[in-house]
């Protein structure tokens, strides 16, 4: 297994999906990241490719864009793991009050429900949410209709849980979405009142940081990035950095550190504008944000159980052997988070 600090390669994990919904931010988050990774069932695979040729394509070539394939990393823990954070929403009540009539279900996977880790334990997690009318049978033999919020929390979770699994690949993932109430979702996971998280969840609102390159062809795209690469990493792990120590402050100190903190993310997010600017003659319009919790992680602790704890979950960033946390970015384009 490569070590954290010299081989592995900080990638983008694109969740609740493994095909985007905006072509146009990938070119930027290029900038930022060494690549972008997907969750993708087996029988799938190549999709992405298929949709979008113009950009999947050379990313695939050009060992930019990484598949885990649902079928191999969600495992038996994984799927144990899985299983015991929805325990944690089904008995908190958090379901009971999610609308059924009318609502239109969508499909996941059964290997990312993890029928391919154990399908006795995911089995009986479908029997579970079946019972509750938040899911239906499979008309496919390889997917399940599932209620939309159900079906998100899992893909959420998902992006969180799976992260040690991109160590044996060479990859830190780093969860990252477009989706506003997937990240809301996290947090609601993460403020469980009887979670050790509650209150200890960080966010750092969107901030325009770059310009929109999908119409930069991608070999100037990389250019940009080699020479500016430095830059545009400090930021990311900057904000993820910033949460974890907020995250682990008492709440009384949090406010007037925040303030400190988010000055420093100003003049950094300004320095990549102009270098931006500069280059390629357009406005900023992307955004990144951050929501995230660190917390000491103890024996029995349920939700540092499901997702892992100390320095592996935090990828890259030195911290304490006795502590977990989660996180995702969170990305706009063109003005949506104005």
């Given at each position: 297994?490569?070590?954290q600090?010299?081989?592995?390669h900080?990638?983008?994990?694109?969740?609740?999906?493994?095909?985007?919904?905006?072509?146009?931010?990938?070119k930027?988050m290029?900038?930022?990241?060494?690549?972008?990774g997907?969750?993708?069932?087996?029988?799938k695979?190549?999709?992405?490719?298929?949709v979008?040729?113009?950009?999947?394509?050379?990313?695939?070539?050009?060992g930019?864009?990484h598949?885990?394939?649902?079928?191999?990393?969600?495992?038996?823990?994984?799927?144990?793991r899985?299983?015991?954070?929805?325990?944690?929403?089904i008995?908190?009540?958090?379901?009971?009050?999610?609308?059924?009539d009318?609502?239109?279900?969508?499909?996941?996977?059964?290997?990312?429900?993890?029928?391919?880790?154990?399908?006795?334990?995911?089995q009986?997690?479908?029997?579970e949410?079946?019972?509750?009318k938040?899911?239906?049978?499979s008309?496919?033999?390889?997917?399940?209709?599932l209620?939309?919020?159900i079906?998100?929390?899992i893909l959420?979770?998902?992006?969180?849980?799976?992260?040690?699994?991109?160590?044996?690949l060479?990859l830190?993932?780093?969860?990252v979405?477009?989706?506003?109430?997937?990240v809301?979702?996290?947090?609601?996971?993460?403020?469980?009142?009887?979670?050790p998280?509650?209150?200890?969840v960080?966010?750092?609102?969107?901030?325009?940081?770059?310009?929109?390159?999908?119409?930069?062809?991608?070999d100037?795209?990389?250019g940009?990035?080699?020479?500016?690469?430095?830059?545009?990493?400090?930021y990311v792990?900057?904000?993820?950095?910033?949460?974890?120590?907020?995250?682990?402050?008492p709440?009384?100190?949090?406010?007037?550190?925040?303030?400190d903190?988010?000055?420093e993310?100003?003049?950094?997010?300004?320095?990549?504008?102009?270098?931006?600017?500069?280059?390629?003659?357009?406005?900023?319009s992307?955004?990144l944000?951050?929501?995230?919790?660190?917390?000491?992680?103890?024996?029995?602790?349920?939700?540092?159980?499901?997702?892992?704890?100390?320095?592996?979950l935090?990828?890259?960033?030195?911290s304490?052997?006795n502590e977990?946390?989660?996180?995702?970015?969170?990305?706009?384009?063109?003005?949506?988070?104005?």
């Amino acid at each position: 297994m490569p070590t954290q600090n010299e081989t592995l390669h900080e990638v983008a994990f694109y969740y609740p999906g493994h095909l985007w919904y905006h072509t146009d931010w990938i070119k930027t988050m290029l900038l930022f990241f060494d690549g972008v990774g997907l969750l993708i069932p087996e029988y799938k695979q190549g999709e992405p490719e298929l949709v979008d040729p113009v950009l999947a394509a050379p990313l695939r070539d050009k060992g930019l864009l990484h598949y885990l394939v649902a079928d191999q990393v969600v495992d038996k823990e994984a799927t144990e793991r899985l299983a015991t954070a929805l325990a944690e929403f089904i008995s908190s009540g958090a379901f009971d009050s999610l609308s059924k009539d009318g609502t239109a279900f969508h499909e996941i996977s059964m290997s990312r429900m993890g029928y391919s880790g154990d399908r006795g334990l995911a089995q009986m997690l479908f029997e579970e949410l079946k019972t509750r009318k938040l899911a239906k049978d499979s008309e496919d033999g390889v997917s399940i209709p599932l209620h939309p919020a159900i079906r998100y929390l899992i893909l959420v979770l998902l992006a969180q849980i799976l992260r040690p699994k991109g160590l044996g690949l060479g990859l830190d993932l780093s969860p990252v979405t477009d989706q506003f109430r997937i990240v809301r979702a996290l947090t609601e996971f993460l403020n469980l009142p009887a979670a050790p998280s509650a209150g200890h969840v960080v966010a750092f609102d969107l901030q325009s940081v770059s310009v929109d390159l999908s119409t930069v062809p991608l070999d100037e795209v990389l250019g940009f990035r080699a020479e500016h690469r430095q830059e545009h990493r400090r930021y990311v792990r900057s904000v993820r950095e910033f949460a974890r120590e907020l995250s682990l402050m008492p709440e009384e100190e949090r406010n007037r550190a925040f303030s400190d903190r988010q000055a420093e993310l100003d003049d950094l997010a300004n320095d990549l504008k102009r270098m931006a600017r500069a280059a390629w003659k357009k406005p900023a319009s992307f955004a990144l944000g951050l929501a995230g919790a660190s917390w000491t992680y103890t024996t029995g602790d349920p939700i540092g159980a499901i997702l892992g704890a100390g320095a592996l979950l935090l990828g890259g960033i030195e911290s304490s052997s006795n502590e977990a946390g989660a996180f995702s970015y969170l990305f706009a384009a063109h003005g949506q988070y104005v």
